[in-house]
């Protein structure tokens, strides 16, 4: 790696970081204004549509021909870019933005242990000890432990744990789409994911769950609603991929760990409080994510 390389990768994931940092603790104070279903298909609305201007910039207008494609790219969209947002938007309206935070901290351990159930490559001692060091710090970050927890906590975290498997779900497409750079298989899997959010919106209209936005709540979020669009989905998708590329993805991954760290740090700015029991947790999770990065790091390098 050149000191170029370093440079423009630092500065890529340090874009990343502070775009998806804020992303909790801003949706959970918006929620109350846009619904889940809206807030979702809003994010992605104007993150596609800058996505799809970016591609054709990029790549040409015949990158967004899926060649033979739609049906896996269809279905990984639906999981990854609609289950992931209305599980996580739905739950965050029960559980506590650094709640979330932690618990997606897990994608990365669940893809280890997604690729050894489907491609049958098992992780090794050491990462499923951190697997299982992480799920118990998780498991005392939620419970604030204490094993009585409320049921609409518990309902909360239950869901953003599903938006983390759809989501470690939606990584493992890039072995299905070989030959599409990481731009094209986002844009291609992102565009039926916006259908997915779309129909679900009108769906939970339709029965009641959800209403149609006024144009005084969306003009009360707007700068939110822009943040969501253009900083968490396309700055942030764009950083993290970059990053992937100069850093790799081991350290890519590592450095992510600082987003939950940040949001317990701005959820103490704003004013909440922490038992003991959840910032132990916090730290046992980061420590067994970071320990086993490094374990990863040091194995990829000795081959």
């Known amino acids: ?51 799809i201007l970016l591609l054709v910039a990029v790549e040409g207008r015949q990158a967004l021909s899926y060649q033979g494609k739609l049906i896996p790219a269809t279905a990984f969209g639906l999981v990854g870019i609609t289950g992931f ?4 938007w739905i739950g965050l309206i029960y559980t506590a933005p650094e709640h979330a935070s932690i618990i997606l901290a897990l994608q990365t351990p669940l893809t280890a242990l997604a690729v050894w159930l489907v491609r049958g490559q098992r992780p090794a001692r050491f990462t499923l000890g951190c697997v299982a060091v992480a799920i118990a710090g998780v498991l005392l970050v939620v419970t604030r432990g204490d094993l009585e927890v409320p049921a609409g906590s518990l309902v909360g975290d239950l869901l953003v744990f599903a938006g983390a498997i759809a989501w470690v779900i939606y990584t493992l497409a890039a072995g299905y789409f070989a030959g599409w750079s990481p731009l094209r298989l986002t844009v291609l899997t992102c ?3 916006l259908g997915g959010l779309i129909v679900a919106n009108i769906a939970a209209i339709a029965v009641g769950w959800a209403a149609v936005p006024t144009l005084a ?36 991954m590592l450095m992510l ?8 740090g701005i959820e103490a700015a704003l004013g909440r409080r922490f038992v003991a029991a959840e910032i132990a947790g916090a730290a046992v999770v980061i420590a067994a994510l970071v320990a086993n990065n490094l374990y990863l790091r040091k194995v990829s390098e000795k081959k």
């Open 217 to 252: 709540a969306l003009g009360s979020v707007a700068w939110q609603l822009l943040y969501f669009s253009v900083c968490t989905v396309v700055l942030g998708v764009l950083g993290f991929n970059n990053a992937a590329r100069r850093l790799g993805p081991l350290n890519t």
């Open 191 to 193: 565009i039926p994911g």
């Open 1 to 51: 790696m050149t000191r170029s390389s370093l440079a423009s990768g630092l500065a890529w994931i340090a874009l990343t970081i502070l775009c998806w940092a804020p992303l909790f603790s801003v949706a959970k104070r918006t929620l109350p204004y846009v619904d889940a279903f809206a807030l979702a298909t809003a994010r992605y609305l104007l993150g596609v549509i800058l996505f």
């Open 257 to 264: 760990n600082v987003i939950p760290i940040s949001v317990f």
């Open 85 to 88: 947002n209305l599980f996580v």
